[in-house]
């Protein structure tokens, strides 16, 4: 939606749509989960997504008035202030990131791996902390860049990320069903 990347994907996931996949395979579609259908065997997935562009038109209106008309009075928020919001921001929604949760993959014995998250299931353990363990060392450069005086570059850092992905299935690190799996747009 936006490079807001916590707020996108929070907004993102709460315009899920779900439905329930019974033990016979039939799928009816629903906008909120039903609690009850876990105890009759059907399992709540994901279905798609409610496209709308209502919240991002008035999310972006709101921070434009308040840039025209209350500029005097967000002059005077501290900056201690915005830090903690976005720290909260950031660290309330990390626990729903792939990149998180198969980071901790590391920490975890080989016994208590989970075994029901698609890309064990598809990628295997081993394959998927390779993957995982590229992605942390583009973040840790990045972050390091951004700390240097060559930081005013760090968009171009962004734009370069997706070219890296595509070179990782151009040279065969991994197929393109793997990083579907791993680092897909729905998971």
Known sequence: MVAATVRSLAHMKSLRNYGFKSSDTTTSSSTTPVAVASSEGAVVEMIGVQEQRVSGLAI??????????????????????????FLYLGFSS?????????????????????????????????????????????????????????GVFFPVLIGILAPIRIA????????????????????
């Open 94 to 150: 990390i626990g729903t990131t792939d990149l998180y949760d198969r980071s901790r993959l590391f920490l975890m014995d080989n016994r208590d791996l989970p075994t029901s998250k698609p890309y064990m299931k598809e990628v295997g353990a081993k394959r998927t902390k390779i993957f995982t363990s590229i992605q942390i060392a583009l973040l840790g450069s990045m972050w390091w860049i951004k700390e240097t005086k060559l």
């Open 60 to 85: 972006h209106s709101l921070i434009g008035a308040a840039l025209l008309f209350g500029r005097h009075l967000l002059r005077q928020i501290p900056t201690s202030v915005l830090t903690g919001l």
């Open 168 to 187: 990782l299935d151009k040279w065969n690190v991994f197929s393109k069903k793997e990083l579907e799996t791993l680092d897909g747009e729905i998971g």
